[in-house]
């Protein structure tokens, strides 16, 4: 981990190999033989002796469970965006569906109007009622619009 060999650190102070103070995140760093900062996980332990104490120091290099933990916590954001995109896209479809079956109404009701004029009332309402069924045409287009992005 520090790059330097098992021989190099024996008798080293703990206070010279931790860096304080810690990094953002709370933990101690270490620095390696380059004077890269290594983030750790420190567990330090005094082992008595007959003729002192022995400070035993156990570094657990973090670097790639924090890798692994920003990745998790992209990949969960990306899952979220995921569903939220589902979520909307099953509303769109839900959405067009009734609108669809609205305009069937309008435009079945339209037609049967148009049939049952006199030709004395044709000329104006047959030209509002193709008014009506040229509408529930661009609707029925606009339902096809939402039905593809659904």
């Known amino acids: 981990l520090l790059g330097r060999a098992r021989a190099a650190l024996v008798g080293v102070a703990v206070d010279a190999l931790v860096a304080h103070p810690a990094d953002a995140e709370g933990d101690p760093i270490v620095r390696d033989a ?10 330090r332990t005094a082992i008595p ?25 992209e990949l969960h954001e990306q899952l979220l ?3 939220r995109l589902e979520s909307l896209g099953t509303l769109a479809g839900g959405v067009a569906h009734d609108f669809n079956n609205l305009l069937g109404i309008i435009r ?10 006199d030709d ?20 029925r287009d606009l339902v096809r619009r939402i039905l593809t992005f659904g």
């Open 81 to 83: 965006a995921t569903r």
């Open 34 to 43: 380059a004077g890269a900062s290594i983030p750790v996980a420190l567990r």
């Open 120 to 139: 004395a009332d044709a000329p104006t309402v047959r030209d509002a009622l193709g008014a009506v069924r040229d509408a529930s045409d661009r609707g």
């Open 49 to 73: 002796l007959d003729g002192g104490t022995v400070e035993h120091l156990e570094l657990r290099d973090l670097r790639e469970p924090r890798r692994l933990a920003r990745e998790r916590a």
């Open 108 to 117: 079945m009701n339209a037609e049967l109007a148009d049939t049952a004029l």
